[in-house]
């Protein structure tokens, strides 16, 4: 079955507190419409209609601590408790432990192996390799998977012969913090849009986005506004352009923060999980109740 898998860094269920919690205050009438005007908020372990299903995910593991970056995203990426491996939640980049586990096999080389064609639809700047080579910058978990696999990682040229998405999903920051004056813009819809488009030639599509725990990290109520407002606009495009009879669409994160614009750290918020598919399929699925549980349950679509 095909499947786009969308993972949001540093998105938790946060309170209802408008002077917090983005999720409160942002114009997402989108997400307003398919959730019959239910917010993104803690309370609700489960929740289902003919569009969605939403469950709350536990972060945490049994682990004490606040959930990171490194060992939550390993979490999803291989379906081990990496945390309690360990002996604790680590991040932002993998330690050498973590390394380990996610360059031993991860759920991109597992689908590469059952022969199904995987896409990690991200693009990145010719400096972030140039920052990669000099041993400047480190993988972080994702992209330190995907060529674990054997996958290559997408680049300038891919973003605008329109074979990969900015980060940003529009590409405005390859333009303006960049310098990338010719890079072709999109709406946030046109990025949702493409993003179904691209996905439809794949059985399995990956996008990281990151922004939104970079917001939470500054504290910043416009920012992270404006970008549940694209994000808003993104699903969408995408959710409108994808055949739900035929595919899934799964959204993530690996750990709070955005959502708890109080202070600058991760929380051990519960983290969302939106499932869009067909009801039967999405009635087929077990209960989910934690990070752990999505590795199993997304591989179980593709023997």
Known sequence: MKTIFLFLDGVGLGERDPSRNPFMVAKTPFLDLILEGNKLCRGTPFYTNDSVSLYELDA??????????????AIILTGMNIPQLIGYHYGPKPNPLIAHYLSNGNLFHVLRKRK??????????????????????LYSAIPLAVISAGMKLYTFEDLVAGRALSADFTAEGW???????????????????????????????????????????????AQATHILETLDGVLKGVVENWDLTQGMIWITSDHGNFEDLSHRR??????????????????????????????????????
């Open 60 to 73: 945490c593991l049994g682990v004490g601590g606040v959930p990171q970056s490194a060992t939550g995203q």
């Open 116 to 137: 199904y064609r995987v896409c990690y639809l991200n693009a990145f700047p010719p400096t972030y390799f140039e920052s990669i080579a000099s041993g400047r910058r």
């Open 175 to 221: 333009r303006v913090h960049l310098g990338f004056r010719d890079v072709p813009v999109l709406s946030p819809e046109e990025a949702g849009n493409k993003l179904a488009e691209i996905a439809s030639d794949f059985d399995f599509t990956f996008f990281e986005y990151w922004l939104s725990d970079y917001a939470g990290h500054h504290q910043n109520l």
């Open 266 to 303: 991760h929380t051990q918020n519960p983290v969302p999980l939106l499932l869009f598919g067909s009801k039967g399929t999405r009635n087929s699925i077990p209960p989910l109740h934690s990070l752990l549980d999505l590795y199993p349950t997304l591989l179980s679509f593709f023997p």
